[in-house]
């Protein structure tokens, strides 16, 4: 089993920076990957940005390209998402996942999942 808690969501104006945090334990053996998700009310979870734990390797969606930054501390087995030039669009609960194989931006690839923190931008 592998736990995964998030914290690091709040009320933020827009064009603001929030930094959330993921910190896992379980394991013994690294994921593959960890990814960020969020979901908004009456909509779909949605990929946001993902990390290869070996290498570091990152990926964003579109919407997110040049305001978030993934990166992560094995040493503390934690991911942090860096979400700056905040938008109220970017209003969701945001969800860690971790993965040991398969496509990055699919949920269903994600094996183990947080409880969520709430982020909301507010115009």
């Known amino acids: 089993q592998v736990q995964l808690v998030e914290s690091g969501g709040g009320l933020v104006q827009a064009g603001g920076s929030l930094r959330l945090s993921c910190a896992g334990s379980?394991?013994?053996?690294?994921?593959?990957?960890m990814g960020w998700f969020r979901q908004a009310p009456g909509k779909e979870r949605e990929f946001v940005a993902a990390?290869?734990?070996?290498?570091?390797?990152?990926f964003y969606a579109d919407s997110v390209k040049g305001r978030f930054t993934v990166s992560r501390d094995n040493a503390k087995n934690t991911v942090y998402l860096q979400m700056n030039n905040l938008k109220p669009e970017d209003t969701a609960v945001y969800y860690c996942?971790?993965?040991?194989?398969?496509?990055?931006?699919?949920?269903?690839?994600?094996?183990?999942w947080g409880q969520g923190t709430q982020v909301t931008v507010s115009s």
């Open positions: 996942a971790a993965t040991w194989g398969g496509s990055y931006y699919k949920t269903s690839t994600y094996n183990y």
């Open positions: 990390i290869r734990w070996s290498g570091g390797n990152t």
């Open positions: 379980g394991r013994t053996d690294s994921p593959y990957r």
